[in-house]
C-alpha cells in the first residue's frame, strides 16, 4: 500500500509496522490521520517511535480512533488527572498479576469488546518485556477448506474473570474491596458469547476470535469436543508466520487493532517497566 504523507516500515509479512517522521505532540492534518488510519487496518499493529507526549497529547491522539473504554476488571491502577489511562507498572517486586499463558484479545469477555489499545512507553526495562501480536486474519486465511468449514457457525463464550482467578489474583479478594466484592461482581456476570470467525466492520475481512486467555467453551458441544477444538486453535494461533514481535524502546507509542488480533506480553524482566494504556470503545462482533 502507497502512503503520501507517512513513512510505514513493514516489520513482519503478516503484521506489524513502524511509522517514521510523525510527531504525534503536533496536531495531525486528517490526511496524515486518515493515511494512520489505513496503516492500522493493513497492519494491525503499528508504532511509533520517539514520541514525547503528555497525558493529555495520548488522550487527545487516542480519541481520534474514537471514545475511551473504560476498563471493565479490578485491579489497573488510574492516571490520577487522566482516568482515560491506565497505569501498567511492574518489575520484579511487582511482577503481572496474571501467572497463566496470557495470550488474549483486550475486553473480549464484553458485549462490545475493545476497537483497540494505545500503549506509550514510558520506562523500558534493557532487556526483556516485548510484546507479541497475532494476526487473526492471516491465521484464519491459512486454515484448510475443511477446517473452516468446520469452524462456520460457531460461536464461543469469553469469560472475563478466568484470568483473575482467587489463586491468581488473591490481592483482588483482599481488604476493602476484597473478598464479598469480587465474588458478588463475578457471581453477576455472565460470559459474551461471541462469533468464532468474525467479520472486520470495516475491511470486511474475516479471522479467528479466540483466545487463551478467556475463551472457555464453544456453544452446543460436547465438552470434550469443545476443549480439543480449541485447544487446537490455541496452539495454531502461536504460529511464528502470524505474528510480529516487538522490542521496546522508551517512548514508543503502539496503536492495534483489537478486533481481529491476538498478543502477549513478555514477563522475561526484572527491571522497571511502566506503560500508559488507553483501550478504544468497540462494537459488537459479528460473523
Not at 104 to 130: N, Q, S
Amino acid at each position: 500500500m502507497a502512503y503520501d504523507n507517512i513513512d510505514v516500515q513493514e516489520m513482519s509479512p503478516s503484521c506489524g509496522a513502524i511509522i517514521e517522521g510523525i510527531d504525534l505532540s503536533q496536531d495531525l492534518t486528517n490526511r496524515q490521520f486518515d493515511e494512520i488510519h489505513e496503516a492500522l487496518l493493513d497492519r494491525t499493529v503499528i508504532v511509533f517511535r520517539d514520541q514525547n507526549l503528555t497525558p493529555e497529547q495520548q488522550v487527545a491522539f487516542a480519541r481520534r480512533f474514537g471514545e475511551p473504554q473504560p476498563s471493565d476488571v479490578s485491579g489497573f491502577e488510574k492516571s490520577k488527572d487522566n482516568p482515560e489511562i491506565d497505569i501498567l507498572e511492574y518489575d520484579a517486586a511487582n511482577p503481572p498479576h496474571v501467572t497463566r499463558d496470557l495470550w488474549h484479545t483486550d475486553f473480549v469477555g464484553t458485549e462490545r469488546p475493545t476497537m483497540g489499545t494505545v500503549l506509550y512507553a514510558k520506562d523500558i526495562p534493557p532487556r526483556g518485556g516485548d510484546t507479541v501480536w497475532v494476526n487473526m486474519v492471516a491465521a484464519y486465511e491459512a486454515l484448510s477448506d475443511r477446517m473452516k468449514a468446520h469452524l462456520e457457525g460457531l460461536e464461543a463464550y469469553h469469560d472475563s474473570y478466568q484470568p483473575y482467578a482467587e489463586e491468581v489474583r488473591p490481592e483482588m479478594y483482599e481488604g476493602d474491596k476484597g473478598t464479598d466484592y469480587i465474588r458478588n461482581k463475578r457471581a453477576s456476570y455472565r460470559p459474551a458469547l461471541h462469533p468464532v470467525i468474525r467479520k472486520h466492520p470495516v475491511t470486511g475481512k474475516r479471522g479467528l476470535f479466540v483466545n487463551e486467555s478467556m475463551t472457555t467453551f464453544i456453544k452446543d458441544m460436547d465438552r470434550k469436543e469443545s476443549d480439543m477444538l480449541l485447544r487446537y486453535l490455541f496452539d495454531y494461533l502461536r504460529t511464528p508466520e502470524f505474528n510480529y514481535r516487538h522490542k521496546w524502546k522508551t517512548n514508543d507509542l503502539a496503536v492495534w487493532d483489537n478486533r481481529l488480533s491476538l498478543h502477549y506480553a513478555l514477563f522475561d524482566y526484572t527491571e522497571h517497566r511502566l506503560m500508559h494504556r488507553i483501550v478504544i470503545q468497540g462494537d459488537v462482533p459479528f460473523a
